[in-house]
């Protein structure tokens, strides 16, 4: 069975740093891009970036580039999202995903639970 | 970068068919859907502008014409009340569309 297992919830202080992560069973994990998404409270899905764990080819969305570090470890079958410096803007539902093909659109056809990241000023 | 555009919220009763349009998308086949129940992590439902995932049923459909993308719900049941985004690859990024609420009456 396809899973992506995402990270507990974590509450911050903005300055402060945070790795989350999410980890792929059910599948060879090293075939697929994964990807990031966030959903700010009550708000649409935004785009953050995706990265194909074999040779760690990362792509950043405009908005999210030089924000957050999106990296992968092919050896636990994990991708990981970091900050350096948590501003309150940062408080959102974080869901990584399955992606197939980055050029053809098959859809983030596998979705994690998602990381609610809360952080206070 | 273009933006995707969505009507913030469509309804109907239960039985009837919805339409929701994604505006903004390219010449190519490169269009995706999801329905994010509430609560939820979103689920893919429509992947390449009309072909469903297994599992899908037959009541969502996709279609596109032009730069406008649709999905049809067709026989809506309450189950059906959620969240659904358009998505695209854009040759350099993915884009989301802003989301549209169903609401089944």
């Known amino acids: 069975e396809v899973q992506l297992v995402q990270s507990g919830a974590e509450v911050k202080k903005s300055g402060e740093s945070l790795k989350i992560s999410c980890k792929g069973s059910?599948?060879?994990?090293?075939?697929?891009?994964i990807a990031w998404v966030r959903q700010m409270p009550g708000k649409g899905l935004e785009w953050m970036g995706i990265?194909?764990?074999?040779?760690?080819?990362?792509r950043y969305s405009p908005s999210f580039h030089g924000q957050v570090t999106i990296s992968a470890d092919e050896s636990t079958s994990t991708a990981y999202l970091q900050w350096s410096s948590l501003q309150a803007s940062d408080t959102a539902m974080y869901y990584c995903?399955?992606?197939?093909?980055?050029?053809?659109?098959?859809?983030?056809?596998?979705w994690g639970q998602g990381t609610l990241v809360t952080v206070s000023s | 970068q273009s933006a995707l555009t969505q009507p913030p919220s469509v309804s109907g009763s239960p039985g009837q068919s919805v339409t929701i349009s994604c505006t903004g998308t390219?010449?190519?086949?490169?269009v995706s859907w999801y329905q994010q129940p509430p609560g939820t992590a979103p689920q893919l439902i429509i992947y390449?502008?009309?072909d469903r995932p297994s599992g899908v049923p037959h009541r969502f459909s996709g279609s596109k014409s032009g730069n406008t993308a649709s999905l049809t719900i067709s026989g809506l049941q309450a189950e059906d009340e959620a969240d659904y985004y358009c998505?695209?690859?854009?040759?350099?990024?993915?884009?989301f569309g802003g989301g549209t609420k169903l609401t089944v009456l």
């Open positions: 390449e502008v009309s």
């Open positions: 059910g599948f060879t994990f090293t075939n697929y891009w």
């Open positions: 998505s695209s690859y854009t040759g350099s990024s993915v884009l």
């Open positions: 995903g399955r992606r197939p093909s980055l050029v053809r659109e098959l859809g983030i056809d596998y």
């Open positions: 390219s010449s190519d086949n490169r």
């Open positions: 990265i194909y764990p074999r040779d760690s080819d990362t």
